[in-house]
């Protein structure tokens, strides 16, 4: 009942930026936070960076200072801006949003579908 639609994956050069976005629709009644987590070939799916509704943020330390997380909470929407980057950061990313379907709910995770952003000269 809740979908995650992203974009803005692709190919980069190494020191480019993009930028990735992820809109959630659906029944949602209120939202915890929203997050990015990446995985790469033969490692295990980490979190990249979150924010609350109320604008806390955390990010991991690769990307601290390069990456930048934002959201437009009235559109249910998360934005992650990524600059600088490096070949390492070559993964799928995928959104994720913390989410009750009523005030009365359980928070449930939801994923999108991912969307690859490969680094590359």
């Known amino acids: 009942q809740v979908q995650l639609v992203e974009s803005g994956g692709g190919l980069v050069q190494p020191g480019g930026s993009r930028g990735l976005s992820c809109a959630a629709s659906?029944?949602?009644?209120?939202?915890?936070?929203m997050g990015w987590y990446r995985q790469a070939p033969g490692k295990q799916r980490e979190l990249v960076a979150t924010?609350?509704?109320?604008?806390?943020?955390t990010y991991a330390d690769s990307v601290k200072g390069r990456f930048t997380i934002s959201t437009d909470n009235a559109k249910n929407t998360v934005h992650l801006q990524m600059n600088g980057l490096k070949p390492e950061d070559t993964a799928v990313y995928y959104c994720k949003v913390r989410a009750q379907s009523s005030g009365l709910g359980y928070y449930n995770d939801y994923w999108g579908q991912g969307t690859q952003v490969t680094v590359s000269s």
């Open positions: 659906g029944r949602i009644f209120s939202i915890n936070h």
């Open positions: 924010i609350t509704t109320g604008g806390s943020t």
